[in-house]
């Protein structure tokens, strides 16, 4: 059975600030096909134009086309599945990733050419269906996981096979993902150049209203975390094949109340001699002074903080379950580690007021992250807090590519307006910008963690001249990236 897996990217300027990650979960799916006898192709959508992709159908000739869906990327599919219906009439189209699993129903309403949303994991389900379609079926009822369009409305499949075990899985089908040009792509700031992203779990123990219950409801209540032998050999493949020493967690919290799968990660990193550079994002209650010193001796490079906000009522309204004080004491301890550190900050938030966003101010001034990312809150669909809003009639604008071109937020605060947020925004990072000259004046900063982060920029830099090609792209990408760290900014980016 030939089938194409399709991503789909939301509009250019949201990605390009994600760093442009290669899709790892949607490329496990791809993998398993390929594991079950399958002949697999991958396009993301951040790099096909209709024509190739319209090209591709005609050469490869799939029976079955998956599309990668998030509610930012919704309606960038429709072109795509409409060439898929045009060219190869009878090729089942399905939809699977955020979107699909938490709007099942009218992820089909919205796109007459999907005929199946797929929910949650996708390995299972996608794997089941195109054996069943190579068996001759044409009834899918038996395969879990689906929700099917049918001539009496969608019906459901009930759930699919569950995954215990996730170093069952096959490593994502990186050969089949154009890695070359994720890697040609600048990372997010802090990471060394050629940085790349791995996963390491699924799930997530935090209850935050601005993410939950989608990744409960994707990938079940508690979290599965991989065996470490398997997640170090996939670190070894990375370097053997890539030539990549450096790399950054991609997927929810592998570290959230997991202390012994941390020292036991750091130990077998040290006990292979792996030289690495890596970092991730993470909570501030999720690592400790003992475990911060193994981890920063297997190759712990950066950590990237939800810090959200410095005041405890934002926080409680956050669900985030962490105070100032932590967010202060892990700041402290991880400085003292010689991490380099980022601070996610969300403005915005609905109830936030002129005083909630000075004690966030405060808590910038003490805590002193090396980097800074300032997000404005917009609200996700399919999370609590999208749908509290909804409720009370504080969504302003629906459309993720109104919203990524307008210069207004989509929430309407009930204390605040765009221009007190604009104003506070631009107040945040100035003082941060302060904070960062002055640091200049202190030479034992400019040996730390700052003139860790300067080297790994120079070097950025002198790399870049040896690569005229994507010298002028790269530059771009810098200018985007201090333009939008400067100006609003999308706010699931801080959300963990
Ligand atoms: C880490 C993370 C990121 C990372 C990396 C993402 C990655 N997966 O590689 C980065 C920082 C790059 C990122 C970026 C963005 N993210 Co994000 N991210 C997350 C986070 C915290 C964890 C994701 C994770 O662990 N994935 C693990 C893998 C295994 O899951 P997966 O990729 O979804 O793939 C599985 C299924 O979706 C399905 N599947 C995937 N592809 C396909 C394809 C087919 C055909 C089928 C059938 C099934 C299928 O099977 C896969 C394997 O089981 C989640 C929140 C959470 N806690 O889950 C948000 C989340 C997924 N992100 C979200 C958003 C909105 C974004 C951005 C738009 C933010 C932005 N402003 O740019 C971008 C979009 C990037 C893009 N599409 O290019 C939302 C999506 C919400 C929604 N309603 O759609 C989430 C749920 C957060 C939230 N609650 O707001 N993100
Ligand atoms: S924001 Fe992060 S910590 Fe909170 S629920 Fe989502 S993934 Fe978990």
Not at 156 to 162: A, C, E, I, N, V
Not at 467 to 488: G, H, I, N, V
């Amino acid at each position: 059975m030939k089938v194409t897996i399709v991503f789909c990217r939301p509009a250019p300027s949201w990605y390009l600030q994600s760093g442009c990650q290669p899709p790892l979960g949607t490329a496990t799916v791809a993998a398993s096909l390929e594991r079950a006898g399958h002949i697999v192709r991958f396009l993301d959508l951040g790099f096909e134009s209709i024509e190739s992709f319209s090209r591709h159908l005609i050469e490869f000739h799939p029976n079955l086309v998956g599309f990668y869906v998030d509610s930012p990327s919704l309606g960038t599919q429709e072109p795509y599945t409409k060439a898929v219906k045009e060219i190869l009439p009878s090729a089942l189209v399905t939809a699977g990733g955020p979107h699909p699993s938490i709007f099942p129903e009218s992820m089909l309403d919205a796109d007459s050419n999907i005929k199946i949303s797929v929910i949650g994991e996708g390995e299972m389900s996608m794997v089941d269906l195109a054996d069943a379609m190579e068996g001759g079926a044409k009834d899918f009822s038996k395969v879990g996981g689906l929700v099917i369009r049918t001539g009496d409305g969608p019906m459901s499949t009930g759930p699919s096979k569950k995954i215990d075990d996730l170093s069952s899985l096959p490593w994502p089908a990186r050969h089949l993902l154009p890695m070359e040009h994720y890697l040609s792509i600048p990372p997010d700031l802090p990471y060394p150049y050629r940085t790349t992203g791995v996963l390491w779990s699924r799930g997530c123990f935090g209850n935050c209203s601005y993410c939950q219950p989608i990744p409960r409801k994707m990938f079940g209540s508690g979290v599965r975390r991989r065996e470490i032998g398997d997640v170090v050999d996939e670190l070894e493949f990375l370097y053997k094949t890539y030539k990549i020493n450096s790399f950054a967690w991609n997927d929810a919290e592998p570290f959230y109340r997991a202390k012994d799968w941390q020292l036991a990660l750091a130990d077998e990193i040290l006990r292979r001699g792996l030289r690495l550079h890596w970092g991730g994002l993470t909570r501030v209650d999720s690592v400790d002074r003992e475990t911060l010193r193994m981890l920063k001796k297997a190759g712990l490079f950066t950590l990237s903080f939800g810090v959200e906000s410095g005041s405890p009522k934002m926080l409680k309204c956050m669900r985030k379950g962490i105070t100032p004080e932590v967010t202060r004491e892990t700041f402290r301890i991880a400085k003292e580690m010689g991490i380099v550190t980022v601070a996610n900050f969300m403005v915005g938030t609905p109830g936030e007021t002129h005083e909630t966003l000075a004690e966030t101010l405060k808590l910038l001034k003490q805590i002193k992250p090396d980097l800074i990312r300032m997000a404005v809150t917009v609200g996700v669909p399919g999370t609590d807090m999208y749908r509290e809003l909804e409720e009370k009639g504080m969504i302003r604008l629906t459309d993720w590519r109104e919203i990524d071109a307008s210069v207004i937020g989509p929430i309407a605060l009930e204390h605040l307006t765009d221009r007190d947020i604009e104003a506070w925004v631009r107040r945040l990072v100035r003082t941060y910008l302060l904070q960062l000259a002055a640091s200049v004046f202190h030479p034992g900063q400019l040996a730390g963690t700052k003139g860790k982060l300067l080297y790994h920029v120079s070097r950025h830099f002198i790399g870049m001249l040896t690569r005229p090609m994507t010298l002028l792209q790269d530059l771009e990408y810098y200018l985007l990236y201090a333009r939008k760290s400067t100006s609003r900014h999308v706010g699931f980016l801080s959300g963990i």
